[in-house]
């Protein structure tokens, strides 16, 4: 398993996620760096940690403002491998981002609309690149439109692989921030066991190495994490000893 540091941007700052309430979030504050500049959140990450991969979620595009494509130009060049959620509505949106050859273009069920758009996605991203974000809260789907066939997150994501889908993010908005667990445990065990060569992702409300470990033994590839490091709950020490387990992709 592998750590995935979270910059949720907002309005030019990095910001921190309270349980999706997107109104509500604040400028960062973080023992790692006294700025709220993305950059340096970037490149912080990078010197405590050794992260060269982000997950950029670009709240004002999910927001329907413009992307912040400059900034993701500008982490590339610096060396960092991008992730980015940058509001996906339909599969034009993602050229951009397929131009940038970014590592993660995510889909959002959030804000992606319907199945019939995500079999465009991934034809035109690559299942390889195209990563959909299964976005829940309080354990329910957060579907953008009408068209799938089912209500429930592990009916989505089972009508997701058949489409072509190949990288899957479980995330609760319910979790993330509030330091109470990722939320979302029996879910990804479930998809391990039912698609095992699905790449799975994970995150919100990561506490610190028992979450770590916990997901790690669930057969997660990827856990997104962003308050834990700010806050010094998870330290690089126990980055390394979670790596040293070999989930079912590695």
């Known amino acids: 398993m592998r750590i995935l540091p979270v910059i949720d941007l907002m309005h030019g700052q990095v910001v921190r996620g309270v349980a999706g309430r997107r109104h509500e979030y604040k400028p960062i504050v973080s023992r790692l760096t006294k700025s709220t500049l993305p950059t340096d ?9 050794g992260f060269d991969e982000l997950y950029l979620a670009d709240l004002d595009a999910i927001a329907r403002r413009p992307p912040a494509f400059a900034l993701c130009d500008e982490l590339q060049r610096r060396g960092f491998r991008l992730w980015i959620d940058a509001g996906l509505r339909d599969a034009s949106d993602a050229e951009p981002l397929v131009e940038r050859n970014v590592a993660g273009v995510i889909a959002g069920l959030e804000t992606v609309a319907g199945p019939a758009t995500l079999a465009e996605l991934i034809q035109r991203v690559t299942p390889a690149r195209l990563v959909l974000s299964l976005d829940l809260k309080d354990g329910q789907p957060l579907a953008a439109a009408n068209g799938w066939q089912a209500v429930d997150a592990n009916g989505i994501a089972t009508q997701a692989v058949a ?10 908005l319910a ?51 962003a308050s834990a490091l700010h806050d010094g709950r998870i330290t690089r020490e126990m980055i390394t000893g979670a790596s040293r387990g070999v989930s079912p992709r590695d």
Do not use: P
């Not at 921030?177 to 409300?205: D, F, K, P």
């Open 163 to 172: 489409l072509g889908v190949q990288r899957i993010l479980v995330l609760d």
């Open 41 to 49: 959140v970037a490149e912080a990450f990078r010197e405590h940690f």
């Open 175 to 225: 979790q993330v921030g509030v330091g109470a667990g990722v939320g979302t445990e029996a879910l990804c065990s479930h998809l391990r066991r039912a698609h095992t060569n699905l790449e799975i992702a994970a995150g919100g409300g990561v506490r610190g190495s028992q979450d770590l470990e916990l997901m790690r033994s669930l057969g997660v590839d990827w856990l997104l994490v």
